[in-house]
């Protein structure tokens, strides 16, 4: 029996349904517009302060390089003076010419390693002093950065905690209107609704006009329109028109 009701609703009930669809998605729009782009900031935020914990990270990892290498050269270099220690002491007990200038080439290559390891560790060592330093101001960029996260989400949370429960409700009269409104209408609400840039899609007539582009209607029209008997559209920009006694209506109610 509900669905042959609904079926069987006049033009001028599809009007008010569509006209109270419009008021409540309007009213829905204006409480997510009160978070402006506090979630897109958030977000920004959140992917900002992930790529400061990897940078921190991957700081950490070559720090633990940089003394790792320093760690190698120094064992080499005591390799290398232990060996060069060894030589010296191999060449008094040699038996020729030919065997002390092997042992000294063997020194040399020693002394020339330790100069290159040791060079080699200034390398590293300027270089951990420089990602010490960085590992530092990242980590003051990461602090600050929670800090003002934190901030953006509780005034987002806080905002979203006030306007919960009023939009939920919202939420559930635009589906109750839906229901109403055969579907062939409802889509054609929808896709003038989203190519509106205000979201309008049912506007009122005020002062002879449309109350979306504002562009003149003639008398005629709007006669059709006060009567209520069928459901005409601006010509101009395709919006839903109603009277301005049924946007008078609505408010009072």
Not at 135 to 145: F, G, H, L, P, R
Not at 219 to 246: H, S, T, Y
């Amino acid at each position: 029996m509900a669905k042959k009701e609904e079926k069987e609703m006049t033009v001028e009930d599809k009007l008010k349904a569509l006209y109270e669809l419009q008021q409540v998605d309007s009213k829905i729009d204006e409480l997510r517009i009160l978070t402006g782009e506090l979630p897109q900031e958030v977000k920004d935020m959140g992917d900002e302060l992930e790529g400061l914990k990897t940078r921190r990270q991957n700081i950490e990892n070559e720090i633990k390089e940089c003394e790792t290498q320093i760690a190698d050269h120094n064992v080499r270099i005591a390799n290398a003076q232990a060996a060069i220690s060894r030589y010296k002491e191999q060449q008094n007990n040699v038996r020729n010419n030919r065997e002390f200038d092997n042992l000294s080439k063997e020194i040399e290559y020693q002394e020339l390693d330790i100069e290159l390891s040791q060079k080699k560790i200034r390398q590293y060592t300027a270089d951990l002093e420089q990602k010490q330093q960085d590992k530092v101001k990242t980590a003051e960029q990461i602090e600050d950065k929670t800090m003002d996260l934190n901030q953006k989400r509780n005034e987002l949370e806080s905002i979203m905690a006030e306007t919960k429960a009023e939009t939920e409700a919202l939420i559930l009269r635009a589906g109750d209107l839906e229901k109403k409104i055969e579907s062939r209408l409802l889509d054609a609400f929808k896709r003038i609704r989203k190519n509106a840039h205000n979201g309008l899609a049912v506007v009122k007539v005020e002062r002879d006009s449309c109350g979306g582009c504002h562009s003149k209607i003639p008398a005629q029209k709007q006669l059709d329109i006060r009567q209520r008997k069928k459901i005409i559209v601006c010509e101009f920009c395709g919006r839903i028109l109603v009277d301005p006694e049924m946007g008078n209506e609505k408010k009072k109610k």
